[in-house]
């Protein structure tokens, strides 16, 4: 694909590919001259287990999981109604992918 690009083109997605790193390029130059060095790899480690507990607090579980775990009929429905307004309240759901089903909601 490059072959076909126009060297303006090609310049465009260089420049592309070198300002998105800036941000984090400034801020780990101010980290290690604040901090030094080791404070990457805290920073490196902390930020990601931070964003997965956030996601894990704030991300519902799949219908498939709460239909299979025993999840409340009302949370079910809920999670329903917010795809698909207007529709339900449901009593059975068939799980079509795994073949199970009707599974009856509690």
Not at 64 to 75: M, W
């Amino acid at each position: 694909m490059p072959q076909t690009l126009s060297r303006h083109h090609r310049h465009d997605d260089v420049h592309g590919l070198l300002d998105r790193g800036s941000g984090r390029r400034l801020v780990a130059a101010g980290l290690i001259s604040r901090f030094g060095w080791q404070s990457i790899f805290v920073v490196g480690g902390i930020l990601p287990c931070l964003i997965g507990f956030i996601a894990l607090a704030l991300l519902p579980e799949s219908i498939r999981f709460l239909v299979l775990k025993g999840g409340s009929k009302e949370r079910v429905n809920r999670y329903l109604s917010r795809i698909s307004p207007g529709s339900g309240p449901f009593d059975e759901l068939w799980l079509e992918p795994m073949n199970i089903g009707p599974v009856h909601l509690s």
